[in-house]
Every structure is written in C-alpha cells, then in structure tokens.
C-alpha cells in the first residue's frame, strides 16, 4: 500500500507542475482582454508568491495538527477552487482576489509533500517526483495552448486545469488511510510524530545552521529563476539571436533540469545527497564559465544546458537533506522556512536583473550568475558544517 500512495505523489507532483507555467502562457492574451498593461503580470504574481510565502511558514503547525495527507488534499482543493476563480474572472481585481487563496494553497502542499517524501523515500525518489513537476510544468502551456487555438479563450484553459485539480484532491481524499500507514522509511531517518508543539520562526532561526540553509534556498532559487526568465533576452540582446531563435533555445535550460533530475534519481544509488548538491554546483558553475567565453552562441547555448542540468540535483537534495541535517523532528518546520526562502528570492531576484539588464546591459547575466552560485555554496557548506556540529551533540547522533 505504500507503494500506492508514492504513485499517487507522483501524480500530484505532476498535476501540481501544470498551473504554475499557465500565467506566462495565457497572459498575451489575457492582458489585452483585461484592458492593463503587460507588467501587471508582476504584480499578479507576487500576489500569489506572498500567499505561497505565508503558507509555507505556517506549514509545520498545520501539518502537526491535520496530517500531511490532510494538508495537502485542502491545499489542493484550494488551489483547484482558485484557478475555477480565474476561469471565471472578468477583471485583473477578481484575479488578485483568487491569486490569494492560489497562493496559500500552493506553498502548503509544496512544503507538506516534500517533507512527507523526504522522511519516508529514498532520496532517488525526491528527485524523480521533482522531475514530474518539470513534466507538469512543461505540459501546463500545451493545454493553455489547445485552449486558446481552439477559440475557448484563456478562462477555457484554466478551467481544463481547474478539472484535473479536483480530480486530485478526490484521489488524495480517497487515500488519506494510506498516508497513516506509516512503515520504516529508506531514509536514514524515522518520522517525526505528528501532534508534536510547532516551532515558532524565532525558534527556528536560532537552529545551527537554519539561517544559512534558508540562504541557499534563496539563492539557488534566484539562479534558477533568473536564468529561466533572462535566457531569452541575454541570446537576443548579447548573443543577437532571433526572438523566435533564442525562445526555442532558451528551453534548453528547462530541458537540462527535468532531464537532469531523471538521471539523478539514479546517481542517488552511489552518491549521498551533500555529494548531488555538489556535483550539482560544479556543473552550474561550468555553464556559467562557458557564458563568459567569446566563441558565439554555440558555447552559450552549452551553458545554458550546463547551468540547467547542474540546477537539477541541487533542490530535490537539500531538500531531502533536511530530516539527516536537523532532525526529523524539526524537518517541518525547516522545510517550510526553506520553501518560504526559496520564494523569496524568486520574487526579488529576477527584477533586481532586470534593472540592471536596462540600466547596464544584459551581458552581465553570467556575472550575476556567478555572483548568487558563490553565496550559495557558501550558505551551503555553512549550514552543513554548523548542523552537522549540532547533530554531533545529540544523544543518539550515529
């Protein structure tokens, strides 16, 4: 039976990819309907990005009161009622309304999800579920798409998604025996007992090693989001690729990280998760080499795959880290913190690129690159050596 329950993660790892790539799909569209200019996407979405913010800090005391399957059925039931909101919106107001419960929703289920898999799976397994997100993620704009070529409209698209959302939340209520069947997990960890007093944000911040963990979270998710946004733009304005050119080879970089991801679950046989985020990190750091070198678009579009096929251990990972690391008692808590970290920096990192892509020039892209992956692996090895001192005290630390 536990078996079930991992595919039925797996398919809510897919469903749950398929909204997020939906705004950026539908909005040429759904801009000039709405009659606002095109850069109020942004404030959509940092509406939702605040919502999914506030809900991952709260994550560790709802999942010790209601059950991580309990959690994350609400949560997807929100975030199914949210996007029927948007299919049935008029006005970029009524959006913003549904964009608040979009966002609770999503950053419950994402901390609550990828704790329950990374106290009871083996790690292959965190980075194969992250790998169907990309599949999610990458499918999301083909349904937009289909909506939109056969003259349904935008509202069509989300409601198509609206539909799979609620089809989840029915599997996920129909499974909710299941996630209390709780075996000895692969991990090297046991799970933490649910009911236990939630940790307060103050209290987590004072843990060895939580602040700098919750940085590279940040920072990793500023590399990939800015990369993923700024791609495009760097080929054409650096590179003086076509827009129709650079936005086929920009997917290179989305290609690399869902690949990347298949291929890890499988290093994860031979190497620990510290050894993956490494790995990882070298090859980011090779993607960004090959952007600075002055040989054309051929080396560029090497480091864009680089840089997406090193992103992909990275996250499933540290994020599987976290019970070893801090203890699956606290593993909630930290997580939640982490994805909280995480949007954070994929909110403020990405505009502060593009004032100096305006102001300067686009060719600093590799810079700022480089710049986010050295505070990154520094915040990294911090966190690993000051939890691993902690851990050390412990009583029963082996």
Known sequence: MFQVLLAIIYLAFISLGLPDSLLGAAWPSMYQELSVPVSFAGGLSMVISFGTILSSLQSDRLTRKFGAGRVTAFSVLMTAAA???FSFSRSYIALCLWAVPYGLGAGSVDASLNNYVALHYASRHMSWLHCMWGVGASLGPYVMGYALTGGHGWNMGYRYIAVLQIVLTAVLLLSLPLWKRQRQPDTA???CPEGDTALSLGRILHIPGAKEVMAAFFCYCALEQTTGLWASSYLVMHCGLSTDAAAGFASLFFVGITAGRAVSGFLTLKLRDTQLIRLGQGLILAGILCLFLPFGTGTALAGLLLIGLGCAPVYPSMIHATPAHFGPEKSQAIIGVQMASAYVGTCLMP???????????????????????AFMVFAHETSCASSRTAMAGRPNHA
């Open 189 to 191: 960890v046991s799970p």
């Open 83 to 85: 996007l029927m909101g």
């Open 351 to 373: 505009p502060v690129f593009g004032m100096i892509a305006d102001r300067i020039s686009a060719a600093l892209l590799p810079l700022y690159l480089l710049l986010i992956l």
